[in-house]
């Protein structure tokens, strides 16, 4: 897993360094910065894997722009043609500093400086002083990746990053209405192809005791369903304008007569939806290892986002597959689902200092928190109350 992040000239991030869990919540105003940071992520990931162009970052659920726009441009900034991100291992890390100048911008952004590492030990590099310079576009390290033996710390922090990607799905997508367009395994970064995935992941559970259990935790939320499959389109009673694949997501109403009482996606509520994709984000193995899920309470009920949470913090942290988190929120009630106890479960708040700089500080339990919480302090009410930060200065 990642253990640190470090960012430097990136839209508001002027400089953070974030120590990271398996799952870690971000908490903030908007425009913080909060998306920022999990796109810089993004950023890296293209980096690792050889390129980074929009055709690398939209795959990855980031935002193309020109470098004006990526570029730290804050008054009274260090003014540096680089942005530069840098992730860290247990013993490896990989930082690359990128260029794309401002009046002249290339498709493809260029490698300034690069380094791979293990331990001490620099298995790639490159620098703008280099003799003998490497093509300015390629990335050196996915080019060097081929010679490392698998199961190397290295190569499994470059693989980590490679397949990293940022979901934000939304209700039509996820309803099967509107076209994926940003398809991955196992769902689109947009939550299309959740029916196919819903069927996958309960092929798998008949074989798979532990995945079983933590779905029936997160099947339980969706408390009105008999029961929850997929099937062809043309078994449910559906308009042909209302679905774009072949299969679809499958409910029974336990409240509604046995003759009326089955629903497609397209009808179901949109919560139900959002669990079956968080159930397939946690559980399904084709899923990346390292992923971010943007604004992880999307039309969910603030005690059912609560409980959702804690079904997948219990889900990452007893799973013998690693897999890693970041979750966006603006819910507070989110928080009240997060056993903070944990050290692999951390709470980030993000705010802006009154020069626009983004300030990503972790919320540790401390016995001024503890003393709040036996005075009847939640994390949510100290939230929203202004004891953590990241709330609007409204």
């Keep these: 897993m990642l253990t640190k992040i470090i960012i430097e000239s990136f839209k508001s991030l002027e400089r953070v360094e974030v120590e990271l869990g398996l799952v870690n919540v971000f908490v903030g105003a908007n425009g913080s910065g909060k998306s920022n940071l999990l796109e810089a992520i993004g950023v890296l990931s293209a980096a690792a894997s050889g390129r980074v162009d929009d055709e690398a970052l939209m795959r990855r659920g980031v935002r193309p722009g020109l470098p004006q726009l990526y570029k730290c441009a804050l008054k009274g900034a260090h003014r540096t043609p680089h942005i530069v991100f840098e992730a860290q291992n247990e013993q490896a890390s990989y930082k690359v500093g990128l260029f794309n100048p401002l009046d002249d911008p290339k498709p493809a952004w260029r490698y300034h400086t690069e380094s ?26 996915a080019l060097k990746a081929v010679d490392r033996p698998e199961g190397d710390l290295a190569l499994a922090l470059l693989d980590l990053l490679r397949n990293y990607a940022i979901f934000e799905p939304n209700t039509p997508t996820l309803r099967g209405i509107s076209q994926e367009l940003q398809p991955r395994e196992p769902v689109g970064l947009s ?42 389109a043309h078994k449910l009673p559906l308009s042909p304008s209302a679905a774009t694949s072949k299969q679809v997501v499958r409910f029974v109403d336990r409240f509604m007569t046995e003759a009326r009482n089955t629903l497609s996606g397209a009808d179901a509520s949109e919560g139900a939806l959002y669990i079956l994709f968080a159930a397939v984000m946690t559980l399904d193995d084709r899923a990346p290892k390292l992923l971010s899920i943007d604004n992880a309470d999307h039309g969910l009920n603030p005690r059912l986002a609560r409980e959702l949470v804690r079904q997948i913090c219990a889900a990452v942290i007893e799973s013998k597959t690693p897999r890693q988190m970041l979750l966006t929120t603006h819910n507070p009630q989110v928080l009240d689902g997060l056993p903070l106890q944990d050290d692999k479960v951390r709470l980030f708040t993000v705010s802006r200092t009154n020069t626009g700089r983004t300030v990503v500080r972790r919320v540790e339990v401390n016995e001024k928190l503890l003393s709040m919480a036996k005075e009847g302090w939640t994390l949510s009410r100290l939230w929203v109350m202004g004891h953590l930060g990241g709330v609007p200065n409204v």
């Excluded at 620099?122 to 093509?135: F, V």
């Excluded at 559970?205 to 099937?231: M, N, P, Q, T």
Aim: charged content about 30%; hydrophobic content about 40%.
């Design 191 to 232: 939550g299309g192809g959740l029916a196919q995935a819903v069927l996958a992941l309960l092929r798998v559970i008949r074989e798979d005791e532990f995945k079983a259990e933590h779905y029936r935790d997160f099947r339980a939320l969706i408390d009105w369903a008999k029961s929850v499959g997929s099937c062809p």
């Design 116 to 141: 791979w590492k293990l331990g001490d030990e620099e298995l790639a590099g490159r620098s703008h002083r280099m003799r003998t310079k490497p093509n300015p576009e390629a990335g050196y390290a």
